[in-house]
């Protein structure tokens, strides 16, 4: 009986501690948390995917675990999170604008001496004076950079690009004189709509009034209804309101969505020669086919610097760019730790060699990451232009830039009525209290 | 003559060996019945709350979490619709955007102010919240933003422009409001299939009342042999009293497993209502995708004459067919909501369970005072030893 009872008792026990643990086991996965650092930023899908490589290495090599969030809806949660007390440990910014805010309120950890650590040389000092969002003090990582300025071109159809704005509308003119229209202008891309406008308007006042112009028109000490501001746009009607610039006029324009606007170049009967558009234009370029086979960088478009205004510098000396911007919320050796991976040569390096991204440490330039002449002449230009500007409606209010984009669509839309369009501009800068405003100084 | 004594009611006194061994074993016996019933109480009680709990749960908040979303979806559907039908010329010029599409609206965003508050999905969930909030904005942004600029003016670019943008923002794939709200009813469902089949309601959970109770039965069955073959008794009352009481306690937990699958059958229905709403969506909608070709042709005029350019050309030509079925008001989709709500509410079994929920630590006692008296008075007869 002894021994009966023995054994039954040791096999019910077994099978109530299997069934005990295999309980626990799922309650414990349910909770089981690690130490890891969290990173907070913009990029979903393929983008997402690329970021997360950038980690991974970085995790390799330290072993320290990298937790990536990706929201379309970065402000309103990165806002939350910081006024909750809990913002994540570093958080990737599309806009200056908006990351200098978080300078402003102290939430936010200088980097200055993880930018000492790199090699002397690894960033030109003009972006060193970008990343400073016009303070004293260095707060920001670039995790890739674009270059704007930039006008792309069929290169089976163009042979010398123009440099000047005058040589640039001779070309134009040429173009419609055949019957076909010059320009590729696709202003859709929703909740954006009207962005690819605005850095129209911001490259010609650049290269038409100056850096310095430039810089206190985005700092919204320069009125809209400046002669200045005016007249860079009155300059882009020339592109955009001449009859026969754009196919389909300016309805196509308002309603073509920004990626599709390019298709258009490589049609057996071409319908628009030229797209004025940032470096991330170049992935939608290697996606359209010709004769059955993907475009070739260098061999079947390239592109020309924006072209100059009478005596003002452009080319490679004066560029628009725009950057996301990684900085540090929480400081932590760990934090300290990924910012420097990703302000170096090892972690810029590897978004470029997947392809689809830009630098602007130039020390990746000389790694050799970069395997057609188009990116090249990109990265060269991010690193070594004398005078780079961040993108204006990045560093204004999100009000004003939000006027700024349906000012641009109301302009295409019905280009007789600038001034009224300027003066509902103004009435918005206006309302701008000076403390909202920014002002980042031209890197140069 | 040599006489014998001997006796058939009373047990002859054990030979000084055998009788230690005897209460020994009934001294073991009992603790083993006891620590059993302690377990059986343990675990049959913890896993009927926890079921209780985890389904009350389920229709509460998780699966209202889902029909929210879908409600939400399918509001800005027929918002968006009725929208876009009413920027057909002339009636934008006369009664503006009208009512279903103000209410609508609302409607929507209340839906999506509920789905906030029984999110079961997690961070993501609430992240993806935070995005559809912002685009929903910007989608009745452009909407009205349209409306002031088609009133004057039926072919105003601008207001084509709004119309246009308002209708990517609800509908491009991947990155509209109608995919996120569709990735958000997935994660909802995700995690409503995994309360349904983890923790409480998992194999595992499953085992750890059975085995207590198989086990328990087994020993009393087992004990009561041994008393019958050891002191004769055929039968004893207390200890057949707890082993029936034992089944009685097991039928309370296992009315669990009603619960449970009452709810998988909810979670079902709730599927079935889900599919229902989807078609009914895609009908409204592609009315409403309809009505804005036929604004961009009247703005732009056809493709082959320019057009609106390649990307609305494109979005023309891929128009789905109309089904030509009238779109049916919300009533039939708040009856397939109320219905799946009333199904977990029946799976929670709310009336009985609180009163069965009591019947386990009770009944569980009373096995053990049943045990106790059933031993008791064989354990007193090895109380005195001879001397």
Redesign the interface.
Known sequence: MTSRLRSLAAGLLAALLLAAVGFGTGACAATDATTSLTVLGPWTGDEQTAFEEVLRRFTAETDINVIYTGTRALSQVLRSDVQEGQPPDIAVLPSPGELASYVRSEDVQPVDEIFGELPEGSYSEQWLQLLRLGTDKLYAVTVKADLKSLIWYDRTELSVPPRSWEELMILTDGIRARGQAPWCIGMNAPPGSGFPGTDWIEDILLHQSGPDVYQRWAAGTVAWTSPEVKQAWSTWAQVVATPGSVQGGASAALLTDFGDARRPMFDPAPGCSLEHQASFAMAGFRSITRDGANLSPGEDFDFFEFPTFGTTPGGTTLSEVSADLAAMFRPSEQARQLMSYLAGQRGQGVWPSLGTAFSANKQVLAQGVYTDPVSIRIAQTLTTAETLCFDASDLMPARMSSAFYRAVLAHVADPTQLDAVLSDLELVRDDIRPAERLDVPCGR | MTTTATSTTVAAAPAPGSCS?TRR?LL??RA?LLV?TA?VFA?SFAVFSGVRSTVQNAGTNTAPAVLEVLAARSALVRADAAAMTSFQPPQVQLIGLGEQYQSELALASQSLTQVAEHNAAG??AS??L??V???LV?YSG?IA?AEASFRPDER???G??EL???S??LH?P??GILAQLDELAAAERAALARQLS??WM????L??WV??I??LF??LL?AQW?LRRRFRRTVNLALLAATVLLLLVAATASTSLVSQSRAAAAAGTLDQVSGGRQAQAAAIAATGRHALGDV?RI??GEPLQ???????N?FLAGLPPMSGAAPSPAGPEAEGATQVIDEFAAAEMAEITGVLGYFIPLGAAAVAALIFLGLQSRLDEYRYRPT
């Open positions: 061994m074993d073991r016996l083993a059993l377990a675990c961070d993501e992240r993806r935070q995005l909030d912002g685009l910007a452009s933003r105003n670019p601008l084509l422009t246009w943008d308002a990517r923002l491009q991947d990155s983890t923790g998992s194999t595992p959970a085992l750890l085995v207590p198989v086990a087994s020993l087992l041994y961009l703005g732009c320019g057009g609106c350019g390649g990307t609305v494109a």
